[in-house]
């Protein structure tokens, strides 16, 4: 069994990385999704359940690991982000080999594994491209601001977590630009052909 392409999408808030995932998983290629997949480890039975009680039982809400509790933990304690890492990237890790297993088993010659931090936590060594997604700084920040609830502020802590999108551009292998669906379609068709899947 051939292990498929892998293929990680990044790209900061606001520049259309969940909308050009969907357009992979439209074209066919499986899309692996690392906030989903935490999402599914902090729910009730999920992976990271036990692991989160076992270091701050508090940070548990109805059998699930609330979010909210733990952010208040790592506000509160310098420590608590580090050890909730070396449990939950594990966990995560073995989640996406899963994924790619299940879909180099299918036949799938292309994989697109969607990461936030991508560059940021040094996972595009375990991949063979990385493609970012881009879109001029003023039409970022309107689309942020013009999410419910979202500050300036809290745009700028975003900001300051991630790594300058003219760096990432510049580590990418293929760029996408997202000012319109249509060309980010088209070329999200051109990267999947230049690779060669998903069915190719």
Request: proline share 4%; net charge positive; aromatic share 6%.
């Given at each position: 069994m051939?292990?498929?392409?892998?293929?990680?999408?990044?790209?900061?808030?606001?520049?259309?990385?969940?909308?050009?995932?969907?357009?992979?998983a439209e074209e066919g290629v499986p899309v692996w999704d690392a906030d989903a997949a935490v999402h599914r480890l902090y729910m009730p039975g999920g992976a990271a359940v036990e692991a989160i009680m076992a270091l701050r039982p508090e940070a548990l809400h109805e059998g699930a690991v609330d979010r909210a509790r733990l952010k208040e933990w790592i506000s509160a304690d310098s420590t608590a982000l580090s050890r909730i890492e070396a449990v939950i990237h594990p966990l995560v890790a073995a989640d996406r080999a899963a994924f790619i297993a299940k879909a180099a088993a299918a036949g799938a010659r292309l994989v697109v594994l969607d990461i936030?931090?991508?560059?940021?936590?040094?996972?595009?060594?375990?991949?063979?491209?990385?493609?970012?997604v881009t879109v001029p700084e003023e039409?970022?920040?309107?689309?942020?601001l013009a999410r419910p609830g979202m500050t300036e502020p809290q745009f700028a802590t975003i900001l300051a977590r991630q790594m300058p999108d003219a760096e990432k551009r510049a580590r990418a292998t293929f760029v996408v630009e997202t000012l319109t669906l249509d060309a980010a379609r088209a070329a999200v068709r051109d990267v999947i052909r230049k690779i060669g899947g998903p069915n190719a």
């Open positions: 051939t292990r498929p392409f892998l293929l990680g999408l990044t790209g900061s808030i606001g520049m259309g990385k969940s909308t050009t995932a969907a357009m992979f936030p931090l991508l560059f940021e936590t040094g996972a595009e060594a375990k991949l063979d491209a990385t493609l970012v039409t970022q920040r309107a689309r942020v």
